[in-house]
């Protein structure tokens, strides 16, 4: 299974992203240096870790646009705890974090469970509320790197076997999902609600609950992830991460996350993510214009879209090739 | 009252539209076979036949959604294609289907003249005309009911009218009505038995399909039988009584070989008692044995589906009790259900069955992933070594049990369904017409397994609508019509005609 996975979407987009390297390098000598991709892996690790949460809603059905204002909202409340109160261990904040984000996942995921509204509207709602929220809890104030205690700061960036924390920590996380994906019940859960939740209803699978427990993960990876994005960039304002969740959404997209549910893998959402980041930092440093990185992101998105669309058109000629033989 | 019609005058017209030799298959499955029917001006022709004789079939091909392989369309005896649903329309076919095609949100006019409303001025919608057109439609069809109303502000047999209007609305000389009494009460029911006449005597030719004999009886001046894709007999009402129609449409040759069983019962497995539904079914009670076969019978709509999903846990019953190897149990979802041994291969198998972006192994395992894991992780070599199990027990043809679902064919994906609970261990097993749509072949196999399966002790509910499945594998029958049981059959007495009456409805005659 794990081959026929490879053969498939994920080795051409393995593939493309290697492609994408060699062509920076030949621009911009260095690039491929393990010591830069590092860098890059580094830079993208929020970015895989939202991408993953964000897959398991995506493979339920579901979308969850609140993920960046969630991120934003729990940075800003560990970022004021920790200049108000700089004797709270950083693990303790950490802690507040996540729980922040669950709860945060939670509100979503009961909202298209029990009320059953369309997951779209009520994370749209969620992404101006939450963000409303750091506004009414901030004042509207920054908290500066200066205000935050070194301990605060320094966990992502300290280093273990020279890669930062913070690379640590996504890289558990990859393998939590990989593991948690393919080898538990919820996790088939998740595949069988999307691909066919009225089928997965007659499995004796709650489809609500299911995607209940998609937003709930995606939330608490959102909270974690809001620790981690304010003290990397040392600073928390309203707006951190505007519109870092159309990102998570495309990371997922290019990875061959399908919108339409229940198809998808981890590996495809790391591929996903690191390709998108890849471009985002490689265009800066071959000279791109940023307003022509944006146009490039976005043709990226497309292309990749276009691709999977394609592959899925195939196999339903493949199918009516075999039904014109048999009759 | 068409009794009164001379029978000369019907025999003397000329057919309005002809099918020639229409031959119509699908990939394994000859739907239509050489069939042949006439439809005379200011006449009516019922259509009978069982559930899968061809009917709809027929129907979608006389409204040009499908073409046929073979044979040939006459308008006024002049050969016509129909490749598209415009060029039947075009031809002045129109067709009234049991479930309607409307919209809601669109008033009652502008649902009469979707896609051909009159224009005006630069090829605007010229309003004011398409309210007077309106009008005069459902005048003329007898409705009171104000073109500017909103859809969904009617009733469903308001609705049914508006469908009607939007069907007269094109000049049509051929009237397909699918099942119209369906959905209706009887007052609207004799409403629609007048505008029958009304647009007879306007001289349109009129196909009327039915189930129930008593309208058959009451408005048709022809008939036509069609039995397994084929057309047994046509003639005229007066020359036919309703026992010799009963017979046409189910006197088959039982040549379908079915599998012998000698097995007997043991004691009750399920009983249930008093099952009821606010509006779907009501006061179901039945005992099923170990290693029964128990049939459920009845037409389309009859509630058998209904009752079963809520047997499932999939809707909740508003009252009643089920028990279960002499315990009182109940059963709030499928979870449950399939806890308590109770599991549910439905009758769609595309939307409800297999996960077909799924491999075939992780299909059948999805509910006993507890059986296959260790610690809450699932081990993947005791999932192939269950999934392998089953899947071979029933001869399922796949290249790998990791390929996709999707690519089998419907009788092996029926297979992984059936594989997939059979995994489970359960007591008893619902199959919903569990050869529906698939090739005799498959068929065979099926009703071989379902025997085994029985043999070995497994208690079986198969609803089926098919009387000749019904007949070879049930120990007993139950038939159930506007959701109620309407007949129970122990072997004796159970005879195609039996079924059929208790079906539909119609007590034999006094005769």
New interface residues.
């Given amino acids: 299974m794990i081959g026929q996975a490879l053969k498939s979407r994920e080795a051409i987009l393995a593939g493309a992203l290697i492609l994408l390297i060699i062509v920076v390098e030949s621009r911009f000598s260095g690039f491929a240096a393990p010591g830069n991709l590092a860098g890059v892996f580094n830079d993208t690790s929020i970015l895989i870790m939202l991408a993953l949460g964000q897959t398991l809603v995506i493979l339920t059905r579901c979308i969850d646009l609140s993920l960046a204002s969630n991120l934003a909202l729990t940075g800003m409340v560990t970022a004021m705890i920790n200049s108000a109160m700089p004797g709270v261990p950083v693990v303790a904040l950490i802690a507040i974090a996540v729980a922040l984000g669950l709860l945060m996942g939670a509100f979503n995921g009961i909202l298209v469970w029990k009320l059953d509204i369309p997951p779209i509207v009520v994370t749209l709602g969620t992404l101006t509320i939450y963000r409303g929220i750091i506004f009414v809890v901030s004042g509207g104030a920054w908290v500066n790197s200066h205000e935050m205690s070194e301990a605060y700061k320094a966990i992502p960036r300290f280093e273990i076997l020279s890669l930062p924390v913070l690379s640590w920590i996504a890289i558990a996380v990859i393998a939590a999902f990989a593991v948690g994906v393919n080898r538990t019940a919820l996790g088939r859960a998740f595949y069988a609600v999307g691909g066919n939740p009225s089928a997965a209803v007659y499995t004796g699978i709650n489809v609500g609950k299911t995607r209940f427990w998609a937003f709930v993960i995606a939330g608490g990876l959102a909270g974690l992830c809001g620790y981690l994005w304010v003290s990397r960039y040392a600073v928390a304002y309203t707006d951190v991460a505007g519109g870092f969740e159309l990102d998570v959404v495309a990371a997922c997209v290019i990875g061959g996350i399908s919108i339409a549910g229940g198809l998808g893998t981890v590996t495809g959402a790391v591929l996903g993510a690191l390709f998108l980041g890849t471009i985002k930092n490689a265009l800066p440093v071959v000279g791109i214009s940023p307003f022509w990185q944006l146009a490039i992101s976005g043709a990226a998105i497309i292309i990749a879209v276009a691709f999977n669309a394609r592959s899925e058109h195939g196999k339903g000629r493949i199918i009516l090739k075999k039904a014109e033989a048999h009759s | 009252m068409n009794r009164m019609t001379d029978i000369e005058t019907l025999t003397s017209a000329d057919p309005v539209l002809r099918l020639s030799g229409i031959t119509k298959?699908?990939?394994?499955v000859t739907a239509l076979s050489g069939v042949e029917l006439a439809l005379y001006p200011g006449q009516v022709t019922a259509l009978v036949g069982e559930n899968g004789a061809g009917k709809s079939t027929l129907v979608k091909i006389l409204t040009g959604i499908y073409v046929p392989n073979e044979g040939q369309i006459l308008v006024d005896e002049q050969p016509t294609r129909f490749t598209t649903a415009t060029d039947a329309s075009d031809a002045g076919i129109t067709a009234i289907h049991q479930e309607t095609v409307l919209f809601d949100e669109l008033s009652v006019a502008e649902n009469i003249y979707l896609g051909h409303a009159p224009r005006g001025r630069f090829g605007l919608v010229d309003w004011a005309k398409m309210r007077a057109d309106a009008t005069e439609i459902l005048d003329r069809i007898g409705a009171k009911i104000d073109p500017r109303t909103p859809l969904r502000e009617l009733g469903i047999a308001s609705k049914h009218l508006v469908a009607i209007a939007r069907a007269l609305s094109v000049d049509a000389r051929v009237v397909v009505m699918d099942e119209p009494t369906a959905a209706l009460s009887q007052a609207e029911i004799e409403e629609l038995y007048e505008l029958v006449e009304r647009l007879k005597s306007e001289g349109k030719a009129i196909l009327f399909i039915s189930h129930k004999f008593d309208e058959i009886f009451r408005i048709a001046d022809r008939y036509t039988v069609f039995r397994d894709g084929e057309m047994v007999d046509a003639g005229l009402i007066a020359e036919v009584t309703e026992d010799q129609l009963v017979e046409k449409m189910v006197g088959r040759s039982m040549d379908a070989i079915f599998p012998q069983r000698d097995h007997t019962p043991g004691d009750t497995v399920l009983s249930v008692d008093g099952y009821s539904h606010p509006t779907e079914f009501e006061d179901i009670s039945f005992d099923l044995r170990q290693g029964e076969i128990l049939g459920f019978y009845g037409l389309v709509g009859a509630g058998r589906s209904e009752f079963m999903q809520a047997l499932?846990g999939?809707t909740k019953p508003s009252g009643g009790s089920v028990t279960i190897d002499g315990q009182e149990i109940s059963i709030r979802?499928?979870?449950e259900?399939?806890e308590k041994g109770i599991v549910?291969v439905?009758e769609d198998r595309g939307?409800?069955?297999?996960?077909?972006?799924?491999?075939i192994f992780?299909n059948v395992t999805?509910?006993s992933?507890?059986q296959t894991?260790n610690r809450?992780?699932?081990r993947?070599a005791e999932e192939f070594a269950l999934a392998r199990k089953y899947t071979e027990r029933l001869d399922l043809r796949a290249a790998s049990l990791?390929q996709n679902v999707?690519?089998l064919?419907g009788g092996n994906q029926q297979k992984v369904v059936i594989a997939?609970w059979l995994a489970t261990k359960p007591k008893v097993i619902i199959l919903d017409e569990p050869t529906k749509g698939i090739d005799v072949g498959s068929k065979a196999a099926v009703h071989e397994f379902m025997a085994e399966l029985a043999a070995e002790g497994l208690s079986v509910i198969m609803v089926s609508s098919e009387i000749p499945e019904i007949l070879g594998m049930s120990d007993r029958v139950i038939v159930m019509r506007d959701g109620l049981i309407a007949a129970r059959f122990d072997g004796e007495g159970l005879t195609p005609e039996a079924l059929v009456r208790a079906a539909a409805g119609y007590e034999e005659s006094a005769a």
């Fill in positions: 298959t699908f990939p394994g499932f999939v979802s499928p979870a259900a399939i549910y439905p939307k409800q069955g297999a996960i077909t972006a799924m491999p992780q999805l509910p992933l507890a894991s809450g992780f699932v993947m990791d999707g690519n064919s997939k």
